[in-house]
T-cell receptor, first 112, second 117 residues
Framework: KQEVTQIPAALSVPEGENLVLNCSFTDSAIYNLQWFRQDPGKGLTSLLLIQSSQREQTSGRLNASLDKSSGRSTLYIAASQPGDSATYLCAVRENRDDKIIFGKGTRLHILP | GAVVSQHPSWVICKSGTSVKIECRSLDFQATTMFWYRQFPKQSLMLMATSNEGSKATYEQGVEKDKFLINHASLTLSTLTVTSAHPEDSSFYIC?????????????FGPGTRLTVL
């Protein structure tokens, strides 16, 4: 059974710092991996989607890497801003038509 | 990206009543939609997979008679929480599986917050 784990559960860093969020999954046979952002009481915003054949994706200050063989992904946020404060969710899909399995998220707080 | 809407965005109801939540894919057709539930400070957990024109597939531990799912068209799936109780209070989010320009990508609705008094 696929399980997704995110470390740390919560993180507070001063504005301007670069930071890394970690995600691990137990079964390396995935279709894709996705990082989402969720603001309190709100829905999900997709940040980056990495197909199983890819190793990384970049969007602005965000970079996500995927090491499928070791079951790990990292989300790198450069030059953090207070507006980056949110919960970041890592999720994997095992098959093309299958459900998405979420980690519990990392609650990020950027200190002004 | 493709857009998925949910209605209502929030609802408060009395214990014992039924609540219907709609999930619509606005600019694409979705043969498959998913319903997730999120309790406070927890992650999203899949409740059921909804396929157009057929019965939904429920995850283990989810009561199919309590959470009725209808996927009557390629753009609409509904989740009805029957005889709601306070423990059903949660954030319900749907997603729709797209094709076309976004092959096999899932797009999420904004969620519906249900509070049962």
């Amino acid at each position: 059974k696929q399980e997704v784990t995110q470390i740390p559960a919560a993180l507070s860093v001063p504005e301007g710092e670069n930071l890394v969020l970690n995600c691990s999954f137990t079964d390396s046979a995935i279709y894709n991996l996705q990082w989402f952002r969720q603001d309190p009481g709100k829905g999900l915003t997709s940040l980056l989607l990495i197909q199983s054949s890819q190793r990384e994706q970049t969007s602005g200050r965000l970079n996500a890497s995927l090491d499928k063989s070791s079951g790990r992904s990292t989300l790198y946020i450069a030059a953090s801003q207070p507006g980056d404060s949110a919960t970041y969710l890592c999720a994997v899909r095992e098959n093309r038509d299958d459900k998405i399995i979420f980690g519990k998220g990392t609650r990020l707080h950027i200190l002004p | 990206g493709a857009v998925v809407s949910q209605h209502p965005s929030w609802v408060i109801c009395k214990s014992g009543t039924s609540v219907k939540i709609e999930c619509r894919s606005l600019d694409f057709q979705a043969t498959t939609m998913f319903w997730y539930r999120q309790f406070p400070k927890q992650s999203l957990m899949l409740m059921a997979t909804s396929n157009e024109g057929s019965k939904a597939t429920y995850e283990q531990g989810v009561e199919k008679d309590k959470f009725l799912i209808n996927h009557a068209s390629l753009t609409l799936s509904t989740l009805t929480v029957t005889s709601a109780h306070p423990e059903d209070s949660s954030f319900y989010i749907c997603s729709a599986l797209a094709g076309g320009h976004y092959p096999n990508e899932q797009f999420f609705g904004p969620g519906t917050r249900l509070t049962v008094l």
